[in-house]
């Protein structure tokens, strides 16, 4: 099983009124919580409880989307895809086989130096450093997942100001989307 769950966290009225330059000059990034499931293995953080005045949204979403874009145009070339999860140390290798992706989860220093990418390689760790090793995904219910839920956050976007779609960081997740 593959779930995407996010959730803007932004001052809303200013995203409701700001033109694309401003956007892009003060934001430029969505920021929300985040997360993406691998059958019982959260990876990111999302809630949907009221947010609490001290409360703030610590994943860039736009990103997510497209590293997980990468990711997925990168497994249609390669067995093993590499994704560094956003903002920390850890990353997600896919090893694909067929139609069926093995999923591991693991903690490098070296992730931290390749910064937010997708490699098509295999990143060796000691094996405390593996978080879980044998979860297996459909590869078209990975895409299927991705495609749907990006597409869902532009419509968001889009419903909560028209103009901001035409925002370099949400042209970038549509053309993306398109090419996939």
């Not at 999923?103 to 000691?126: A, D, M, N």
Request: charged share 35%; net charge negative; with cysteine.
């Amino acid at each position: 099983m593959v779930k995407i769950r996010y959730r803007l966290f932004e001052d809303m009225d200013l995203l409701k009124t700001a033109t694309t330059e401003e956007f892009e000059r003060e934001l430029d990034s969505f920021w929300g919580f985040f997360e993406l499931r691998i059958n019982d293995e959260p990876i990111g953080f999302y809630h949907s409880n009221e947010i609490e005045e001290w409360e703030t949204g610590g994943e860039i979403i736009n990103l997510w989307f497209r590293i997980l874009m990468d990711t997925i145009k990168a497994l249609r070339c390669s067995e093993v895809v590499t994704m560094h999860i956003v903002g920390g140390i850890s990353f997600l290798e896919f090893r694909r086989t067929g139609e069926t992706l093995k999923v591991k989860r693991g903690v490098s220093e070296k992730v931290l130096k390749t910064g937010p990418e997708v490699k098509q390689k295999e990143i060796k760790v000691k094996a405390e450093n593996i978080l879980f090793d044998n979860e297996y995904i459909g590869l078209a219910e990975f895409e299927e997942e991705v495609r749907k839920k990006c597409g869902m956050f532009i419509e968001e976007v889009r419903s909560l100001n028209e103009e901001l779609v035409y925002a370099r960081s949400i042209q970038r997740l549509i053309d993306e989307l398109e090419s996939l």
